[in-house]
């Protein structure tokens, strides 16, 4: 609604200005733009000057002081997988506005590359996802900036802010390389760049602020008088429920849907946001705040012969150390900071030889096979309490592929949960979400969440447009969401799914629900794939290239295909036989086929969630 659509000024205008006034104000800056309305904001305050006895000169026409409105704005382009790269990009969006200074947002994908050559400030949140790869909705940013065709960047001032996890060796990996990268095509720093850890809040906040420091000195007009921005139409209310303030959600159902025998648990979760007035859309994420199992709270306490009733401060806060180590710190994802310190301590020339350039495979091995306890067993260090706590890395929420459409379940969301428990190096090891998920009783326990919107996985606009789902094991959870969602509305587009596991007999995870869809023509064709019923394994991919013909006429015919899984196998496999099945089928070059999947990308029909 514009500001004079509704007939009458705002409350708080009126209360200035009167009823008429107000109303005649809004009728005339309707329409102006962001520099135009700095512009007014400072002939205001001039005006407010001479009414207090000041000799202000009357201002210029916009046009005849070209200082008066900045050449062009601040442009800000992120990539994220999870969701807080565009939580920080638009934070720092906010903060420029609010100072009344033009400024654009894009998501990596929908960035005009074309537009780079013209940039004069152009500041870039980006994250890097496992070993070194940028967010799927960054590729071909990414992949221009550092290509042949990128253009000579001289009259740029660029920022870079990373995201990672130290887990992994190559952390901010794609932060690092676009910053190098920037400045090899001549462009000048804004402010130096900066790496997130998982927790990227404390880093994350300083920069943002010097980043908007800077950008205002290079935006504002050269000598337009200062005037605060007041805003004529009212702000968007923010949800009661968030990351910050998450809902605590009773939990209705807690049931396990893998069979006696099977290899995994795997858990269907629904949970309750009644009262809680979150939404959410196929596609999105239920964030999960978790606590540490009881028993590797235990297990440290023993292992370090510390007392857990010991009381520790960190960040203004005084808690127990138990307390610390069960709902504050991440206890299970080893990360290269705490390695250092805990090399350190123990005076281990083994743990410092892997923190070497040359050791970078051995420290690769040690990160994806141990947790932190391994760690604190196989090298013993003096850890004292508040040392310890300072080192731990925050408790970070774990993001799980709602599995339910909101239109069919109404104030609930279910999850798909596959617990991780495993015998590691002769003692038993947990996931933290997936161990606190799996032991709340239904009835009596609550899981505290919040809802993480997933833009870059959504479902076509156009019902009549046909859906490929591809989701081995937990990865089809999203996919449970999608077809009840396109019941629900009425879509007339063909849905099919590609669904894999181990066994048959103990892991076809919704069977029934599948057999139903099917008898009732919302999902009308499943592909299967079970990898350990015979000798030769059988993987979804294979299923893709078994029905290439008629999975290239689907896409080529306008479908939309998804991907849901894992990263670091499923996803690069898929990927390949989709390759295969463009070159074959489509009569292309491997290098065309690859630029043809690109293109569905592009035109937001192949989308991935991979983790």
Request: aromatic content about 8%; proline content about 5%.
């Amino acid at each position: 609604m514009s500001p004079s659509s509704s007939g009458t000024a705002p409350r708080f205008i009126t209360s200035l200005l009167g009823e008429e006034k107000g109303t005649r104000l809004l009728e005339l800056v309707e329409g102006l733009d962001a520099a135009s309305l700095h512009w007014l904001s400072g002939y205001a305050a001039g005006l407010a000057a001479r009414s207090a006895g000041a000799t202000v000169a009357a201002p210029a026409p916009v046009s005849a002081t070209p200082e008066a409105a900045p050449a062009s704005p601040l442009t800000i382009v992120y990539g994220t997988q999870t969701g807080n790269s565009r939580l920080l990009a638009e934070r720092l969006k906010r903060q420029v506005e609010s100072a009344g200074l033009p400024t654009r947002l894009f998501r990596a994908s929908d960035y005009p590359v074309r537009e780079l050559a013209k940039e004069r400030l152009l500041v870039v949140v980006i994250s890097t996802q496992g070993d070194g790869d940028p967010p799927d909705d960054s590729r071909g940013f990414v992949e221009h900036v550092l290509g042949k065709r990128a253009p000579k960047l001289e009259g740029l001032r660029f920022a870079v802010l990373g995201l990672g996890d130290t887990s992994y060796p190559k952390f901010c990996e794609v932060g690092r390389v676009l910053d190098a990268r920037f400045a090899e095509l001549g462009a000048t720093r804004l402010v130096e760049r900066a790496d997130c850890d998982v927790d990227f809040e404390p880093v994350a906040a300083g920069w943002l602020d010097q980043a908007f420091a800077r950008a205002k000195e290079a935006l504002a007009p050269k000598d337009a008088p200062i005037a605060a921005v007041l805003p004529l139409r009212g702000t968007a209310t923010t949800p009661a429920h968030g990351k910050e303030a998450p809902f605590a959600a009773e939990v209705l159902v807690n049931q396990r849907i893998t069979g006696r025998g099977a290899l995994k648990d795997v858990r269907h979760l629904e949970l309750s946001l009644e009262g809680s007035g979150l939404e959410y859309q196929p596609g999105d994420a239920l964030g999960v705040w978790p606590h540490n199992p009881p028993e590797l709270v235990d297990a440290f306490l023993s292992e370090l012969k510390l007392d857990g009733g010991s009381a520790v401060t960190r960040d203004g806060r005084t808690l127990p150390l138990a307390k610390w180590l069960s709902d504050e710190l991440e206890l299970t994802k080893l990360n290269r900071p705490f390695l250092e310190r805990h090399a350190a301590l123990a005076g281990s020339d083994t743990l410092k030889a892997l923190l070497k350039p040359e050791g970078a495979e051995g420290l690769r091995a040690l990160l994806a096979s141990h947790q932190v306890i391994d760690l604190v067993r196989e090298h013993r260090a003096p850890w004292g309490a508040a040392e310890l706590v300072q080192a731990l890395r925050r408790l970070s929420p774990r993001l799980y592929s709602i599995a339910s459409s909101q239109k069919r379940v109404g104030a609930e969301a279910h999850l798909t949960v596959s617990v991780v428990d495993y015998t590691a190096f002769g003692t038993r090891h947990f996931g933290t979400a997936s161990y606190h998920l799996s032991t709340r009783a239904a009835g009596t326990d609550k899981v505290r969440v919040f809802i993480e919107p997933n833009e870059r996985f959504r479902l076509p606009e156009d019902g009549d447009k046909d859906v490929l789902m591809i989701g081995p094991g937990t990865g089809v959870a999203p996919f449970r969401a999608f077809v009840q969602e396109r019941a629900e509305v009425g879509a007339r587009g063909r849905n099919w799914l590609f669904f894999g596991e181990q066994h048959f007999r103990t892991q076809f995870l919704y069977q029934v629900e599948w057999q139903e869809a099917l008898k009732k023509k919302t999902l009308h064709k499943l592909s299967l794939a079970f990898s350990r019923d015979r000798a030769e394994k059988v993987y979804v991919q294979h299923r893709l290239r078994e029905s290439g013909r008629e999975v290239y006429e689907w896409l080529e015919g306008g479908a939309s295909l998804y991907v849901c899984g894992d990263a670091q196998r499923m996803a690069p496999d898929v990927h390949a036989a989709l390759v295969d099945i463009v070159s074959t089928h489509g009569g292309r070059s491997r290098e065309d086929a690859e630029a043809w999947l690109q293109g569905l990308r592009d035109q937001k029909r192949y989308l991935r969630d991979v983790y």
